[in-house]
């Protein structure tokens, strides 16, 4: 990629909440660092390209969403249990150590963000 040198830092930590405060927190940038109201997982920036085109890009396709990475992007919530199949699916193909790694990151914030009735944030 040219210009990969722009993105050896960047990363993508994809979001749940907790609870509303959470999502207030976020909403209002009310914190320095992630809370005890957010579940995060980070994907660097490699994770993120090596499961782009087959988790974002359908969820982007089938939600009308824009995930890329420059800016963040909510997964809202009644979307969540399909985007979590979308996940489970690529989960079962055949795939490298680092789709796989990523793929579950992106699974694990899905499941917690289904079981606390709250939506998914990509932040990148």
Not at 30 to 49: G, I, P, R, W
Not at 92 to 106: G, L, R, S
Request: glycine letters at 2%.
């Amino acid at each position: 990629m040219e210009n990969k040198e722009i993105f050896d830092n960047h990363k993508c930590n994809c979001i749940a909440f907790i609870n509303q405060k959470g999502i207030q927190e976020m909403e209002e940038y009310q914190f320095d660092e992630y809370t005890e109201n957010m579940f995060v997982e980070t994907l660097s920036y490699n994770e993120a390209e090596a499961i782009y085109m087959d988790i974002f890009n359908k969820f982007n396709e089938k939600f009308d969403l824009l995930i890329d990475f420059f800016e963040e992007e909510d997964l809202p919530a009644e979307k969540l249990s399909e985007a979590e199949k979308i996940t489970s699916d690529f989960l079962k193909t055949k795939i490298t150590d680092e789709q796989k790694c990523a793929a579950e990151k992106v699974l694990r914030v899905i499941q917690k963000a289904i079981e606390c009735g709250t939506y998914v944030c990509f932040e990148f």
